[in-house]
């Protein structure tokens, strides 16, 4: 059976949103949705996500699931609005719980206070598996990046975060709080042990040298072109690789406010006592002198 796809691109943040479904009048999933947000003013939208919505409306399609391939670090999931204007289940990783208790203490919020605001309604591991039109919906556990991603398979298709670029821009940074380069090297193995065929979806594209965009690759065209799989074929040489790579990469743009979200599933933080919400960030380097 070959998997229905359509695919979104939120501009500013080079994020793939993508939606299974079976045809029109099926029931449909929707991978790594994408708020927007300005920096800028603290401004939230849902223009992007709105898109989906009026996708899923147009082709009658029912969804069932919102799912994120992990927390990410580079731009807001859209999970609990969409979860809100459509009654779907939101699910990630069982393994939010390691990201909620290493950034909660980052940001200086208890503990219980991000669970007890985190949305979620399925908390996924390797080897579940969700029904999506009488098929399939499969969860592997694909950790390195970071130790809340999976990797979702239906029909001929994977899902895969940014486990996987594609193959001219290479595979994931592994140095945020949980990361491993030896433990992603072995999921990339583990996802390139799915048949040669099956397509897999990524969730960011950069465009290297302004070639146009593009979002899928083969399981056999990542093994046999994969840049840094190429020229890192063993697990030593690919972490030696990762480390010295990751040293020199720069935050993502929106990492702090991402993380502050995207580890309560999407949930905005409570309001205070004026009414209004607020996101920290954590003033770096060396101040103690300052007053």
Request: charged share 20%; with cysteine.
């Amino acid at each position: 059976m070959t998997a229905q796809i359509e695919t979104f691109y939120h501009n500013d943040t080079f994020t793939l949103t993508h939606v299974i479904h079976d045809g029109p009048g099926t029931e449909a999933a929707i991978i790594d949705s994408a708020l927007d947000y300005n920096p800028a003013n603290g401004r939230l939208g849902t223009e992007a996500a709105d898109e989906l919505l009026a996708y899923l409306g147009e082709n009658d399609l029912k969804l069932l699931y919102i799912l994120d391939t992990h927390v990410h670090a580079d731009h807001l999931t859209a999970a609990r609005y969409l979860r809100h204007q459509t009654g779907a289940k939101v699910g990630m990783s069982k393994n939010l719980s390691v990201v909620q208790e290493s950034w909660s203490a980052r940001y200086n919020v208890p503990l219980d206070t991000v669970v007890g605001e985190t949305a979620l309604d399925l908390a996924l591991e390797d080897g579940d598996e969700l029904q999506l039109n009488g098929n399939v919906l499969g969860v592997m556990a694909t950790p390195g990046h970071t130790p809340t991603c999976l990797t979702y398979t239906y029909a001929d298709a994977a899902f895969v975060g940014d486990t996987f670029f594609m193959p001219d821009y290479g595979t994931a940074r592994c140095d945020f709080p949980g990361g491993d380069s030896a433990e992603l090297y072995r999921s990339l193995q583990k996802t390139l042990s799915l048949p040669d065929e099956t397509r897999l979806f990524i969730c960011h594209d950069y465009c290297p040298g302004g070639r146009e965009l593009k979002w899928v690759a083969t399981v056999a065209e990542q093994r046999e072109t994969n840049i840094n799989l190429v020229a890192h074929p063993t697990e030593a040489d690919y972490a030696a690789f990762r480390a010295e790579k990751d040293a020199g990469l720069a935050a993502p743009r929106l990492l702090l406010p991402a993380i502050q979200v995207n580890m309560r599933g999407g949930a905005l933080p409570a309001a205070e006592d004026n009414g209004a919400r607020y996101l920290k960030i954590p003033i770096g380097g060396d101040h103690s002198t300052w007053t």
